[in-house]
């Protein structure tokens, strides 16, 4: 017997109820749909090939809808494909915390540069790893540059004393470029900082004289650039520039006059007192600059004569002036 038949003998109560409960599950089933069917025009429309089957899953999963059309339309208006930017992959990405629209917009950057291979799965695997994809993209496209000491600094300038005892500070410009392999692990803008300020440092200190820094300060940057201080960074260093340099004291000359009241000045040897000469001054002053460097006098160079005071007492009074002059 046919279901229509069933109907005919049942009692009109029965099949008003049973046309009623159909027609509720049918107009429940639409109305379900009818909040993701806008979504799923504009999907159909832009060929971002997401089913409405998807975007009730999604809503099930709590993930929103609006969030992954988007990032899905704005893909494929890109140019990238379904197989580069899997819609699952987006929700899984998604209720991972990652950022999507990010995401999505790091590689569209990446596409257009066409100097960037950037695959999804390394952009989220930078997003989820707390950095901004986006902005590393962009840093590999068009170099930052990175102020040394950076702005803000209780330090205005980097100081270096070279071998003649002249005292430089220095303003350094980084240009860096992001390296996208070793954003996830690499250090930061701070490493970049230090190590090229301790470069600097370094290499003034081993120039025998402040005037040939101040003739040529790119003998600075290429021996700071010649130490891969991009190492295990996030960055590449393209290019380091002196931004500015001044000269600053004459250390040898402020350490004499700090321990002037306890170490006085002698131009050569003294009795049973401590005393301090300054040798390319006084006693070899006679001497040419190549003789002098054979004897590995210069201008930093302090002769110290100790005498019969307690060594207690004089390394607490060279201490104290140390700690003065900084």
């Known amino acids: 017997m046919t279901f229509t038949g069933l109907l005919g003998q049942a009692p009109p109560v029965v099949v008003l109820g049973t046309a009623g409960i159909i027609l509720l599950v049918v107009l429940g089933f639409l109305a379900f749909f009818a909040k993701f069917f806008w979504l799923w025009i504009q999907c159909v429309m832009t060929g971002a090939n997401v089913r409405i089957w998807d975007l009730a899953g999604m809503w099930f999963r709590k993930v929103d ?33 990652g950022n999507v629209m990010q995401v999505i917009r790091a590689l569209i950057a990446a596409r257009k540069s066409k100097i960037i291979r950037l695959s999804f799965r390394e952009a989220t695997a930078i997003d989820l790893a707390g950095r901004d994809v986006l902005e590393a993209v962009q840093t590999s496209v068009y170099p930052k540059v990175i102020d040394c000491p950076p702005r803000g600094s209780t330090r205005p300038s980097l100081d270096a004393v070279a071998k003649d005892g002249i005292q430089l500070k220095v303003r350094a410009r980084v240009t860096v470029r992001a390296n996208l392999q070793q954003v996830i692990g690499g250090a930061m803008e701070e490493t970049i900082i230090a190590r090229v300020g301790e470069g600097i440092v370094s290499a003034i200190g081993s120039s025998e004289d402040h005037k040939v820094v101040l003739k040529n300060p790119d003998l600075i940057s290429k021996a700071v650039l ?36 306890t170490v006085p000045f002698c131009p050569s040897l003294g009795e049973c007192q401590t005393t301090l000469s300054h040798p390319a001054s006084t006693s070899h002053r006679s001497l040419s600059p190549e003789e002098k460097n054979l004897l590995n006098i210069d201008e930093a160079l302090l002769r110290i004569s100790c005498g019969i005071e307690p060594t207690d007492w004089l390394i607490h009074q060279f201490r104290e002036c140390l700690q003065k002059i900084g």
């Open 226 to 261: 010649a130490k891969r201080l991009d190492s295990q960074t996030a960055f590449e260093i393209v290019s380091i520039d002196i931004a500015d340099i001044d000269v600053g004291e004459n250390i040898g000359a402020r350490l004499i006059a700090a321990l002037k009241e």
């Open 65 to 97: 809808q609006r969030t992954i059309v988007r990032a899905k339309i704005m893909a494929v208006q890109a140019g990238l494909t379904d197989q580069e930017v899997p819609v699952k992959a987006l929700e899984a990405h998604y209720l991972a915390g």
